[in-house]
């Protein structure tokens, strides 16, 4: 077996014939993806030789895929062979200062309250005061060392735990799943790493924030989170300022495991650039989550605000595989201008007396389109199985558009599966009933669809839902009128 | 306090108000009466700035100022209370948390800090004491699964915690029994003062053996065509409106 140094060297040496640029501050792979990029990647990340012939695998899957057919919207035209695969370090454009920023950002930020050196960061300019949470993930981690719980990114715990990581990585959402999937296990950057040993309840909420490496993780993140048995973790994803990124296309893959009676509870806010009102730029978030209850008795709940992207095309999904097992979808997506979303979750319930609840709220305005997808599948041998869906959607305006597809498909005649959907307008009624009583029209809307998407936002953690509450006004703000 | 001027408006291009004129007073409970059509709650839409009303002619002035370049929200933080005749549901808003916006949206234009929630809490058992209303929908979703006269109990509720100087109350009396009217009357009477006004409109003078007026207006086709006093509403109540119609009549075609 080469030691990676030799193909550290190798590459190098190819480098030349096949233009690697090469300088100092910065190493990119030539544009676009063939096995010698990968090569270069796993090589420049110094990760073992499993590693690479497992993103090779991925690579081999997905040269054979096609972009699929069946979304709700029109696929924008994507040249994967045009992209970048590896940066490194990435580095995003230096600003100088914030006076170079857009100001329609920082109002954003602004109204938010980020503090003015989080400001900086996220806007992409230099920033030369250490942060606190610097010092807090320190005494963090030395929490977590304790419990024995690990929390690293996830190319550190390919060189610290290759053995969890090679048991666990993929069983959930296969190299071969779907081309994204197949695109991200080829040349995914980096990601969070998360295991909560046996009968440990993870005393604080884990998020990508507090991890020092967290940056520049972003375009191809791979996550994976195992709870073993009796264990408890709520894992945060996500912030609620709109981050600056250059990067178009997003296709991130999130695994969760949850043994025997453990539980985890995965969150989300997503704020990604969502394009202007034109709907030119944005990203294009195409992201596969899944998770497994493999334990009897264990549970996942999936959270997920989602107000930005221009295209957000996912379905956090669980597949119910133990006895008891309860799986959870929580989700609040609004799209405003000319956003996209088309989302939803899928439930496989396999194992007895399995649960799952999903309540779906959407929110539509200007002339965006919001989907919801939504499959809900009973095994033969999940007997009393039990899902309760509820699917709302919410118009402001009359440009925009509400889409809704379940589908259910169940094997076992003791299973009970409800759908409720609804579709409602913001009322001028209600607008001019909270006018009357002093709220003007924007924070009218505000309380209105706050008031709507309530029950998701109580899934929140605390902090988070504060947070969330606030992004939902700011993001339709100037919706109505 | 309101002075209305030959008030002029239309809905859908419809003529609804054809000259009103009415002036109102601190410490004042006016009744507008009228049948069936009559533009009682165009009168009460068009004051608190209803979208789909157009002002043709005339004007209205409340504390000095002109209401009708107001919008809506700011004629409610000057003072003005409308009490719907259909209070709409807001699902997921509570109660108090709505009425805690509302309460610091008009502190806010007074140059006023927002309420303390402690002192907040204080106001609200205070006044949900004064006209009696139940606790348990204090904390319910605005109005939400509330009944008909749940509904109108809450409006009077708001009017006791925003403390308007002009609270117009729409038919609040409409679909309420007659404990309901007792208790909603009882409210708005605790409310009177020497400071406040009030403008209720209703159809039938039932209301008005609980609230009683200083002075009743009768609209008809879109005017005031007669005011009196209490024993006005009485008059009504044992005749109809068809005499004040043909009286009405009468005058046009001299």
Same mark, same amino acid.
């Given at each position: 077996?080469?030691?990676?140094?030799?193909?550290?060297? &190798?590459?190098?040496?190819?480098?030349?014939?096949?233009? !690697?640029?090469?300088?100092?501050?910065?190493?990119?792979?030539?544009?676009?993806?063939?096995?010698?990029?990968?090569?270069?990647?796993?090589?420049?990340?110094?990760?073992?030789?499993?590693?690479?012939?497992?993103?090779?695998?991925?690579?081999?899957?997905?040269?054979?895929?096609?972009?699929?057919?069946?979304?709700? !919207?029109?696929?924008?035209?994507?040249?994967?062979?045009?992209?970048?695969?590896?940066?490194?370090?990435?580095?995003?454009?230096?600003?100088?200062?914030? &006076?170079?920023?857009?100001? #329609?950002?920082?109002?954003?930020?602004?109204?938010?309250?980020?503090?003015?050196?989080?400001?900086?960061?996220?806007?992409? @300019?230099?920033?030369?005061?250490?942060?606190?949470?610097?010092?807090?993930?320190?005494?963090?981690? #030395?929490?977590?060392?304790?419990?024995?719980?690990? !929390?690293?990114?996830?190319?550190?715990?390919?060189?610290?735990?290759?053995?969890?990581?090679?048991?666990?990585?993929?069983?959930?959402?296969?190299?071969?799943?779907?081309?994204?999937?197949?695109?991200?296990?080829?040349?995914?950057?980096?990601?969070?790493?998360?295991?909560?040993?046996?009968?440990?309840?993870?005393?604080?909420?884990?998020?990508?924030?507090?991890?020092?490496?967290?940056? %520049?993780?972003?375009?191809?993140?791979?996550?994976?989170?195992?709870?073993?048995?009796?264990?408890?973790?709520?894992?945060?994803?996500?912030?609620?300022?709109?981050?600056?990124?250059?990067?178009?296309?997003?296709?991130?893959?999130?695994?969760?495991?949850?043994? &025997?009676?453990?539980?985890?509870?995965?969150?989300?806010?997503?704020?990604?650039?969502?394009?202007?009102?034109?709907?030119?730029?944005?990203?294009?978030?195409? @992201?596969?989550?899944?998770?497994?209850?493999?334990?009897?008795?264990?549970?996942?709940?999936?959270?997920?605000?989602?107000?930005?992207?221009?295209?957000?095309?996912?379905?956090?999904?669980?597949?119910?595989?133990?006895? &008891?097992?309860?799986? #959870?979808?929580?989700?609040?997506?609004?799209?405003? %201008?000319?956003?996209?979303?088309?989302?939803?979750?899928?439930?496989?319930?396999?194992?007895? %007396?399995?649960?799952?609840?999903?309540?779906?709220?959407?929110?539509?305005?200007?002339?965006?389109?919001?989907?919801?997808?939504?499959?809900?599948?009973?095994?033969?041998?999940?007997?009393?199985?039990?899902?309760?869906?509820?699917?709302?959607?919410?118009?402001?305006?009359?440009?925009?558009?509400?889409?809704?597809?379940?589908?259910?498909?169940?094997?076992?005649?003791?299973?009970?599966?409800?759908?409720?959907?609804?579709?409602?307008?913001?009322?001028?009624?209600?607008?001019?009933?909270?006018?009357?009583?002093?709220?003007?029209?924007?924070?009218?809307?505000?309380?209105?669809?706050?008031?709507?998407?309530?029950?998701?936002?109580?899934?929140?953690?605390?902090?988070?839902?504060?947070?969330?509450?606030?992004?939902?006004?700011?993001?339709?703000?100037?919706?109505?009128? | 306090?309101?002075?209305?001027?030959?008030?002029?408006?239309?809905?859908?291009?419809?003529?609804?108000?054809?000259?009103?004129?009415?002036?109102?007073?601190?410490?004042?409970?006016?009744?507008? +009466?009228?049948?069936?059509?009559?533009?009682?709650?165009?009168?009460?839409?068009?004051?608190?700035?209803?979208?789909?009303?157009?002002?043709?002619?005339?004007?209205?002035?409340?504390?000095?100022?002109?209401?009708?370049?107001?919008?809506?929200?700011?004629?409610?933080?000057?003072?003005?209370?409308?009490?719907?005749?259909?209070?709409? =549901?807001?699902?997921? /808003?509570?109660?108090?948390?709505?009425?805690?916006?509302?309460?610091?949206?008009?502190?806010?234009?007074?140059?006023?800090?927002?309420? =303390?929630?402690?002192?907040?809490?204080?106001?609200?058992?205070?006044?949900?004491?004064? /006209? $009696?209303?139940?606790?348990?929908?204090?904390?319910?979703?605005?109005?939400?699964?509330?009944?008909?006269?749940?509904?109108?109990?809450?409006?009077?509720?708001?009017?006791? +915690?925003?403390?308007?100087?002009?609270? *117009?109350?729409?038919?609040?009396?409409?679909?309420? $029994?007659? $404990?309901?009217?007792?208790?909603?009357?009882?409210?708005?009477?605790?409310?009177?003062?020497?400071?406040?006004?009030? +403008?209720?409109?209703?159809?039938?003078?039932?209301?008005?053996?609980?609230?009683?007026?200083?002075?009743?207006?009768?609209?008809?086709?879109?005017? *005031?065509?007669?005011?009196?006093?209490?024993?006005?509403?009485?008059?009504?109540?044992?005749?109809?409106?068809?005499?004040?119609?043909? =009286?009405?009549?009468?005058?046009?075609?001299?």
């Amino acid at each position: 077996m080469r030691n990676s140094n030799e193909i550290i060297d &190798d590459i190098a040496n190819r480098e030349y014939e096949f233009g !690697f640029t090469t300088d100092i501050e910065m190493e990119m792979a030539p544009v676009g993806l063939n096995e010698d990029t990968i090569r270069f990647i796993s090589a420049k990340k110094e990760e073992p030789e499993w590693m690479l012939e497992w993103r090779l695998k991925g690579y081999q899957a997905f040269k054979k895929m096609q972009f699929p057919k069946w979304q709700h !919207f029109e696929m924008p035209e994507l040249d994967l062979q045009k992209l970048s695969y590896y940066a490194a370090p990435k580095k995003k454009k230096q600003l100088n200062s914030l &006076d170079e920023v857009d100001p #329609e950002l920082l109002a954003t930020f602004e109204k938010l309250g980020i503090p003015i050196n989080e400001q900086k960061a996220l806007a992409g @300019v230099a920033v030369d005061v250490v942060f606190d949470s610097v010092s807090v993930a320190t005494t963090f981690k #030395e929490k977590l060392n304790e419990l024995g719980i690990i !929390f690293c990114s996830f190319g550190e715990a390919v060189r610290t735990h290759p053995d969890l990581v090679k048991k666990y990585l993929g069983t959930v959402v296969p190299h071969s799943d779907n081309i994204f999937a197949a695109l991200n296990a080829a040349v995914f950057s980096d990601g969070s790493f998360v295991y909560i040993p046996k009968g440990v309840r993870c005393p604080m909420e884990l998020s990508t924030y507090f991890r020092i490496n967290a940056e %520049n993780t972003g375009q191809f993140e791979r996550t994976l989170i195992i709870a073993d048995d009796n264990s408890y973790v709520s894992y945060l994803e996500g912030c609620t300022a709109p981050k600056r990124d250059e990067n178009q296309l997003h296709a991130a893959v999130v695994e969760l495991i949850a043994m &025997d009676h453990s539980e985890i509870k995965y969150s989300t806010v997503q704020n990604w650039y969502p394009g202007d009102k034109d709907g030119n730029g944005g990203i294009y978030n195409f @992201v596969t989550k899944r998770g497994i209850c493999k334990g009897n008795s264990s549970k996942i709940s999936w959270t997920q605000v989602e107000t930005g992207s221009a295209i957000t095309w996912k379905y956090p999904s669980v597949i119910l595989q133990g006895d &008891d097992a309860e799986g #959870e979808f929580y989700s609040v997506a609004v799209t405003r %201008n000319k956003q996209i979303a088309d989302t939803g979750t899928k439930i496989y319930h396999l194992g007895r %007396n399995t649960r799952s609840r999903i309540i779906s709220k959407g929110i539509s305005a200007g002339h965006s389109d919001n989907t919801y997808r939504g499959l809900v599948q009973v095994g033969p041998r999940a007997a009393n199985a039990r899902n309760f869906t509820q699917c709302d959607s919410l118009l402001i305006g009359d440009r925009c558009g509400a889409h809704t597809f379940p589908y259910i498909e169940s094997r076992n005649s003791t299973a009970t599966v409800e759908h409720e959907a609804t579709t409602s307008k913001i009322g001028e009624d209600q607008i001019f009933y909270l006018n009357q009583r002093g709220i003007d029209t924007e924070k009218a809307v505000a309380l209105i669809v706050n008031g709507y998407a309530q029950e998701v936002l109580n899934q929140l953690p605390m902090e988070f839902a504060v947070e969330a509450r606030k992004l939902l006004s700011i993001t339709l703000e100037g919706s109505v009128g | 306090m309101l002075t209305i001027k030959n008030l002029h408006a239309e809905v859908d291009g419809k003529q609804i108000l054809k000259g009103i004129n009415l002036e109102i007073r601190k410490g004042e409970m006016h009744a507008i +009466m009228g049948p069936n059509g009559s533009g009682k709650s165009s009168l009460s839409s068009v004051l608190a700035g209803r979208e789909n009303y157009t002002v043709t002619q005339g004007e209205v002035i409340f504390e000095g100022k002109n209401l009708l370049d107001m919008s809506p929200e700011d004629r409610a933080r000057e003072g003005l209370f409308m009490a719907f005749q259909y209070p709409v =549901e807001i699902p997921g /808003v509570s109660n108090l948390h709505f009425l805690k916006t509302a309460l610091n949206e008009i502190r806010t234009y007074h140059g006023l800090p927002a309420m =303390e929630s402690k002192e907040f809490l204080k106001l609200t058992k205070e006044k949900q004491q004064l /006209v $009696d209303f139940n606790a348990n929908l204090m904390n319910r979703s605005l109005n939400e699964g509330f009944s008909g006269g749940e509904k109108k109990r809450n409006e009077v509720f708001q009017l006791a +915690m925003l403390d308007p100087k002009l609270a *117009i109350l729409d038919e609040t009396d409409s679909g309420l $029994d007659i $404990d309901a009217l007792r208790i909603v009357a009882a409210g708005v009477n605790k409310l009177r003062s020497a400071d406040k006004a009030f +403008m209720v409109i209703t159809h039938y003078q039932r209301l008005l053996e609980y609230i009683v007026p200083d002075f009743v207006h009768v609209l008809y086709n879109g005017q *005031i065509v007669k005011t009196g006093t209490k024993e006005l509403a009485l008059e009504l109540e044992e005749k109809g409106y068809d005499w004040l119609k043909e =009286e009405v009549h009468q005058k046009e075609s001299v």
